[in-house]
């Protein structure tokens, strides 16, 4: 378990009128200027509420999407400035640039307990490139830091690791301090029977992560695109389904590595197949070594539902990332419905990471039942691929 620095050992109590840079993961999405999903901003209230209880005035740093380095109005902060506001019940000031005037300014007229949200830090390339001079100049203003950005945690920016060569006094926020602690959970000595289930689209990104867990694994369920890969290293036919042809030995090894240390892999054994994604007419159940020619896989069957949730029930700890059919399309979300409405009644501890996993569940109506929702997809693969994540790393104790 990695142990990090905390709120505690900033010690709150002197904090009153300091100026305190807060990364935040407001990497949120928004259509026509309003966010449409503030998950990622709810999550970080906790810790702004107590920086401002103490009297701070924050100074809160995010990314959005990519704009590689340049001003991009479709990828500014000013939307999520105004949801913000509206959940903290005050004004928050929005600076439109995340260095310089614009910030000093904007720091000089809040009171203590003020919050102000920069703009972009990606609007500058100094951000991504970790450039020493712009992270000087990000850090300037402030007198503290504190990191409650997990979903950056595995990126060495400016803003996640640049900014402490400057802010010697710094702390892990609530939320990331509860992310790395539900993650260890399952690298250290998780509950048995520990299942994994994965999904999405390919193996790719989630090698490692497999290799990592697959020792630690009683059980393996693996869907969505990625199973087409591991039915064809067994041998099935999966016609115009998507398939990482280059993958498939891959996914042999991997299956050859679990058999040998009696890991359990449920594969699907029925598929919900058509002849389109775009426009299906012709939308049928069947089993994995009967599918037509000419069609697609996009979901999982009924009895492979009915074979994941009773694997999910059985289990005392569980994670699961990818979707297992092409769930933003019905009638191909019933198997990722599924598999998420079994986990709200799983007795162990679950956990899920990924903002396609995430966006499932909570169509599901079920994020709120599970043990831990990681607000960082590609960082919770990346730790539990036993990698070490440069913004974590960096506040440890």
């Known amino acids: 378990m990695i142990r990090l620095l905390t709120l505690e050992d900033l010690n709150l109590g002197a904090l009153s009128g300091t100026a305190v840079l ?22 970080a209230l906790p810790t702004l509420r107590e920086l401002r209880a103490a009297g701070a005035r924050l100074l809160l740093c995010s990314h959005c999407g990519r704009p590689k380095g340049e001003r991009n109005p479709k990828y500014s902060l000013a939307p999520a400035a105004a949801k913000l506001g509206e959940l903290l019940g005050e004004s928050v000031r929005f600076a439109d640039d995340c ?11 809040i009171e203590p307990g003020g919050v102000v949200l920069l703009e972009n830090l990606r609007f500058h390339a100094g951000e991504e490139s970790n450039d020493p001079l712009f992270a000087a100049q990000l850090a300037a203003p402030a007198a503290a830091f504190v990191d409650d950005a997990f979903g950056s945690a595995h990126r060495a920016h400016a803003s996640t690791v640049g ?87 891959l996914a042999k090894r991997l299956l050859a590595q679990a058999a040998a240390r009696g890991t359990q892999v449920l594969l699907p054994a029925d598929l919900v197949v058509a002849e389109s994604f775009e426009a299906p007419r012709d939308i049928r159940a069947v089993a994995v070594d009967r599918v037509p020619p000419g069609f697609l896989a996009l979901d999982v069957g009924e009895m492979t539902r009915k074979m994941f949730a009773s694997a999910i029930a059985s289990a005392r700890t569980l994670f699961w990332n990818g979707p297992l059919g092409v769930f933003e399309k019905p009638p191909f979300d019933l ?36 043990g831990h929702v990681s607000t960082g997809g590609g960082a919770a693969l990346e730790f539990l691929a036993g990698r070490t994540l440069p913004g974590v790393a960096a506040l440890a104790r």
């Open 22 to 43: 807060v990364r935040v993961d407001f990497n949120v999405p928004m259509k026509d200027g309003r966010v449409t999903d503030a998950t990622r901003i709810e999550e």
């Open 335 to 370: 198997g990722t419905r599924a598999v998420a409405q079994a986990l709200a009644s799983c007795p162990g501890f679950t956990l899920i990471g990924g903002g396609e996993t995430v966006a499932a569940a909570n169509q599901a109506g079920v994020a709120g039942k599970l």
């Open 99 to 109: 260095i310089g005037e614009p910030v000093a300014r904007a720091l000089a007229e």
């Open 163 to 249: 900014v402490l060569a400057h802010l010697a006094r710094k702390a892990a926020g609530r939320l990331l301090v509860r992310e790395v602690a539900a993650l260890s959970r399952l690298l250290g000595e998780p509950e048995r029977p520990f299942w994994a289930i994965l999904g999405g689209a390919k193996i790719e990104g989630k090698i490692d992560t497999l290799e990592n867990l697959l020792p630690r694994l009683d059980g393996l369920m693996v869907g969505g695109g990625m199973a087409n890969t591991f039915l064809v290293a067994r041998g099935h036919d999966l016609q115009r389904s998507l398939v990482e042809s280059d993958r498939v030995e």
